[in-house]
Nanobody
Framework: QVQLVESGGGLVQAGGSLRLSCAAS????????MAWFRQPPGKEREFVAR????????TYIDSVKGRFTISRDNAKNTVYLQMNSLKPEDTAVYYC?????????????????WGQGTQVTVSS
């Protein structure tokens, strides 16, 4: 079992930055691929970024490439999402996800563990 708790969301002006954190419980954190998804108001949940168990492989949705960085600290059982140059269209509830068995890692159904979400609001 893995429990995930996100933090770091908030209200920021366009062009600003936020860093989201996702703290995971459990002793097998290093065996889990991790990802961030987001759900904008009135829209479906979408993939944002993923990172392999080792941190050696990352993938991003095109709209955040060059602005967002996913990373993990396995010693702290934590995954991060550094978000720079934020835009109003980044406004969403951001969710952390984990699973030990993923294929592409790009789809919500591949992840069995989810956090409760943290709100990110970017004002124009």
């Amino acid at each position: 079992q893995v429990q995930l708790v996100e933090s770091g969301g908030g209200l920021v002006q366009a062009g600003g930055s936020l860093r989201l954190s996702c703290a995971a419980s459990g002793r097998t954190f290093t065996s889990y691929a991790m990802a961030w998804f987001r759900q904008p108001p009135g829209k479906e949940r979408e993939f944002v970024a993923r990172i392999s168990w080792s941190g050696g492989s990352t993938t991003y949705i095109d709209s955040v490439k060059g602005r967002f960085t996913i990373s993990r600290d396995n010693a702290k059982n934590t995954v991060y999402l550094q978000m720079n140059s934020l835009k109003p269209e980044d406004t969403a509830v951001y969710y952390c996800a984990a699973d030990s068995r993923v294929l592409t890692g790009l789809n919500p159904y591949e992840y069995g563990y989810w956090g409760q979400g943290t709100q990110v609001t970017v004002s124009s």
